[in-house]
Nanobody, 123 residues
Framework: QVEVEESGGGLVQPGGSLRLSCAAA??????YGWFRQAPGKEREFVAA????????YYADAVKGRFSISRDRAVPSVDLQMNGLTPEDTAVYYC??????????????????WGQGTQVTVSS
């Protein structure tokens, strides 16, 4: 079992920003993905990155507002979230996997998951 840890959630006003971070057992994995789940809704893809070449993937709902990046020094993956709206309120989960192209944007493409961090956007 691999421990995946998220950090950086919290409460922010509409239009504000938050930065989430994800680290997994002090090692790197082929792919890192962020998913979110709001109350009463299914878990949905947010963003992902392939570790070896830095290629990124985004859900249409967050394109232009969210940015995923890798920090080779830690190693970790960050999700910078700008222009947050109440619709972004959810528990955000980080997951790691083996970087298979066809599954980068689906939960099934990831092997290990974090416990989630709450992001609440409210005035």
């Amino acid at each position: 079992q691999v421990e995946v840890e998220e950090s950086g959630g919290g409460l922010v006003q509409p239009g504000g920003s938050l930065r989430l971070s994800c680290a997994a057992a002090g090692r790197t994995f082929g792919s890192y993905g962020w998913f979110r789940q709001a109350p009463g809704k299914e878990r949905e893809f947010v963003a992902a990155i392939r570790w070896y070449n830095g290629r990124t993937y985004y859900a249409d709902a967050v394109k232009g507002r969210f940015s995923i990046s890798r920090d080779r020094a830690v190693p970790s993956v960050d999700l910078q979230m700008n222009g947050l709206t109440p619709e972004d309120t959810a528990v955000y989960y980080c997951a790691v996997g083996r970087s298979i192209e066809s599954t980068m944007m689906t939960p099934g493409g990831y092997n290990y998951w974090g416990q989630g961090t709450q992001v609440t956007v409210s005035s």
